[in-house]
């Protein structure tokens, strides 16, 4: 294992003092229980957006705390959930008296955690409400698995649902949106590498030199099927087609076209991704009205991309282009 | 024949043990089929446990239990810290309020703690998760407090079919948890949930072999 780090154990505490001596503008660092706050929290009168999820996703979700995002992030050690507490202490920091959304990527110890959070929350009388992301077409959606994965689609969520809250609207509208924003966008990734985990020293899976890894998650789990590298254009109908036909998108529609690095990928190659997938989309009928293309939820240091494409509507766009200022994200200010 | 307060703090300071010597291997089957990190996860919360195991005169097991219980919940994190949290939590809530106890009281603790196992993460037995090691653990117990074996002997009992439960994983399609996503390919390896958990009732029937 070859990592700038200092010692394994320490990676996620040597990162939040990391953040906290960078963005002091923007956030406070809270730990034991870690948290990571918008530096105005509790915004009075405005719902606070809470999210959390294992460390190694960077930017993901620390990187997206500050106005007109998340109020509040919680991270796990790498690749692991957080914990209720920390998730309890950064939802009574944020509450500014209109109740806290949890935005919850659906794996199973995150869901456990986040429901026990959002009881305890609820036992101290905040008006809590959940909403579960899982937009990854590579996982069947069936009884038989813990259901799809929460993927792209959560970064797209934070931002639009984030300018929502900022707007004033009241929890429950911010909670309906943010379940409509996961019924109409679906993703799909791809990993040239594995990653490896610090404290597990060693790649979470072996992937040849001339291999990938089709369906890959955001935590080395490996994927759907295994194949010789092919040319990018290739791998981008490979992803795109899935995800165009699990909703499905159809002619006419308008999308947010959104090209992931997995961490180890650079924006080159994400940029020749990104114009097979416009030309794929065109040929369909199928116009991209706003992108997003960059490392945004990541898997340390794999090699690989992910592609999201979301259903947009006028106040979706509208939402998309409200100013934002954080770490991860900053426009319009 | 009976397990004392001191027994059980033996039992638990074994397992931290047993962890760190088989962190590498829980996170390597994990590698297999999840995401690498049940042994570091596992290791990280009894550690925790060990500085926080209330040796006083007033803790009582239920009180020792339920502490274990509440230091996983708030240091392990993803799925493995609610639901060893539920496993020590709901055993606590069963022996509450004892000094020792014996095969059948063990009987109960272990399947109230199944109980919750399964009512939290929503898995049956065959789905490639603790549960495959601990259901047959709990009939094993109820099996041999029925036919009056000793406490020893039925902690033996119970071990064993936790092992034979773990092992019976291997061939399984994993239907919760992150294996899940694996589909077929999850068959052919042994689950680290049902492995760890083999370990914690194995380290018990070795650490209250001879209890009287």
């Given at each position: 294992m070859k990592k700038l780090i200092n010692n394994p154990e320490e990676v996620v505490l040597e990162e939040l003092q990391g953040i906290e001596l960078a963005h002091p503008d923007l956030v406070k660092v809270h730990f034991d229980p870690d948290f990571i706050v918008r530096a105005?929290?509790?915004?009075?009168?405005k719902v606070g957006l809470v999210s959390g999820g294992g460390s190694g996703h960077e930017p993901m979700h620390g990187g997206f705390v500050g106005m007109g995002m998340l109020d509040a992030a919680c991270p796990g050690a790498v690749f692991t959930s957080p914990t209720p507490d920390q998730m309890l202490e950064a939802t009574k920091a944020v509450d500014g008296g209109a109740g806290v959304l949890h935005i919850v990527k659906n794996y199973t110890g995150d869901i456990m955690n986040f429901e026990m959070a959002a009881d305890l929350a609820k036992a101290e009388g905040i008006e809590i409400e959940s909403v579960v992301v899982d937009d990854d077409v590579a996982v069947k959606d069936s009884l038989?698995?813990?259901g799809r994965r929460g993927v792209g689609l959560t970064v797209l969520m934070e931002k639009l649902v984030g300018a929502a809250a900022e707007e004033g609207r009241s929890l429950k509208e911010v909670a309906d949106l943010a379940r409509k924003i996961n019924s109409q966008g679906r993703s799909m990734g791809m990993a040239l590498t594995s990653c490896t985990v610090p404290h597990a020293g060693k790649p979470t899976f072996d992937l040849p030199e001339d291999e990938m890894e089709i369906?890959?998650?955001?935590?080395?789990?490996?994927?759907?099927t295994r194949m010789k590298v092919k040319p990018a254009d290739e791998v981008t109908e490979m992803l795109l087609n899935p995800v165009i036909e699990d909703l499905p998108f159809e002619s006419g529609d308008e999308v947010l076209l959104f090209v992931n690095s997995m961490g180890g990928t650079p924006l080159i190659e994400l940029y020749i991704v990104y114009r097979k997938a416009v030309e794929m989309l065109e040929a369909k009928g199928i116009k991209v009205v706003r992108n997003l293309i960059g490392p945004y939820i990541t898997s340390l240091e794999m090699a690989g991309a992910s592609i999201t494409m979301l259903k947009m509507d006028d106040d979706l766009i509208k939402l998309w282009d409200a100013p934002v200022k954080t770490a991860g994200m900053r426009w319009g200010v | 024949m009976a397990v004392t307060k001191k027994d059980v703090l033996e039992w638990i300071k074994a397992f931290a043990q047993v962890i760190a010597e088989n962190k590498e291997y829980l996170t390597e089957l994990d590698a297999?089929?999840?995401?690498?990190d049940h042994g570091a996860n596992m290791d990280r919360g009894f550690r925790a446990v060990l500085d926080k195991l209330p040796e006083g005169e007033d803790a009582d097991i239920g009180k020792i239990l339920k502490t274990v219980g509440m230091t996983l919940l708030s240091k392990v994190g993803g799925a493995g810290g609610p639901l060893y949290s539920t496993i020590f939590m709901q055993a606590g809530m069963s022996i509450d309020g004892k000094d020792s106890f014996d095969l059948a009281d063990w009987a109960k603790a272990l399947e109230a703690a199944t109980a919750g196992v399964v009512r939290l993460g929503k898995a049956s037995p065959g789905d490639k998760t603790m549960v495959d090691a601990l259901t047959p653990a709990v009939q094993a117990l109820k099996d041999a407090t029925e036919q009056g074996l000793s406490l020893g002997e039925g902690l033996k009992k119970s071990a064993e079919a936790a092992e034979e439960g773990m092992i019976a994983t291997i061939p399984l399609v994993a239907r919760k948890g992150r294996a899940s996503y694996l589909g077929e390919r999850s068959a052919g390896h042994q689950d680290p949930g049902a492995t760890s958990t083999f370990m914690l009732l194995d380290t018990a029937a070795k650490v209250w072999a001879n209890c009287s």
């Open positions: 105005d929290a509790p915004v009075k009168g038989y698995t813990a369906g890959i998650g955001i935590h080395g789990e490996p994927g759907r | 297999q089929i999840g995401d690498a």
